[in-house]
T-cell receptor, first 112, second 112 residues
Framework: EPEVTQTPSHQVTQMGQEVILRCVPI?????FYWYRQILGQKVEFLVS????????KSEIFDDQFSVERPDGSNFTLKIRSTKLEDSAMYFC??????????FGDGTRLSIL | RKEVEQDPGPFNVPEGATVAFNCTYS??????FFWYRQDCRKEPKLLMS???SGNEDGRFTAQLNRASQYISLLIRDSKLSDSATYLC?????????????FGTGTRLQVTL
């Protein structure tokens, strides 16, 4: 069964550094998403992406965040200057038209 | 009022028991509904979509009451492997975005 894959599985970064989280969505999917889950809290929507542009973003997705689909297969989330409160699990998801979203197994981001 | 509200549990039940989870949502314009399952420190995995007519998948039955903005999940003959957190998820279609809004989850522990 096709899967959404994410790398790395765990990223440790110093506060203030830039970090890029990578995702390879399922190949025929058209809609892409990033979510995050702070330890012990619920999964929160960050951003959706369709047709090479952001469809919607949440209040969490401020100017420090950006997304890109650079080569037709990868979908990346960049955090420009990380803060301690960015520590969380970051999940990428993708879906086909009128289908449920499927999640990758996440990247654990730890900011020191 | 929270967008998606669930009893956090935990629900501790013996193997073979029947257990029911409830969920309410606040956005009456929500269009589709799901139950996801999340194991500890893992990604959410789609358990089943929820339809107004009610739907069943093996030991799992989901119900939706749009008038009451209420969703339920029934697990019959529970197994040890059913131990997980069950996430009530609502899809708010906003143009192409189709972002998911998650409840905090209900933790289920099935014991011998």
């Amino acid at each position: 069964e096709p899967e959404v894959t994410q790398t790395p599985s765990h990223q440790v970064t110093q506060m203030g550094q830039e970090v890029i989280l990578r995702c390879v969505p399922i190949s025929n999917h058209l809609y892409f998403y990033w979510y995050r889950q702070i330890l012990g809290q619920k999964v929160e929507f960050l951003v959706s992406f369709y047709n090479n542009e952001i469809s919607e973003k949440s209040e969490i997705f401020d100017d420090q965040f950006s997304v890109e689909r650079p080569d037709g297969s990868n979908f990346t989330l960049k955090i420009r200057s990380t803060k301690l409160e960015d520590s969380a699990m970051y999940f990428c998801a993708s879906r086909d038209r009128n289908q449920p979203q499927h999640f990758g197994d996440g990247t654990r981001l730890s900011i020191l | 009022r929270k967008e998606v509200e669930q009893d956090p549990g935990p629900f501790n039940v013996p193997e073979g028991a029947t257990v029911a989870f409830n969920c309410t949502y606040s956005n009456s314009a929500s269009q589709s509904f799901f139950w996801y399952r999340q194991d500890c420190r893992k990604e959410p995995k789609l358990l089943m979509s929820v339809y107004s007519s009610g739907n069943e998948d093996g030991r799992f039955t989901a119900q939706l009451n749009r008038a009451s903005q209420y969703i339920s999940l029934l697990i019959r003959d529970s197994k040890l492997s059913d131990s997980a957190t069950y996430l009530c998820v609502v899809n708010s279609n906003t143009g192409t975005a189709s972002k998911l809004t998650f409840g905090t989850g209900t933790r289920l522990q099935v014991t011998l």
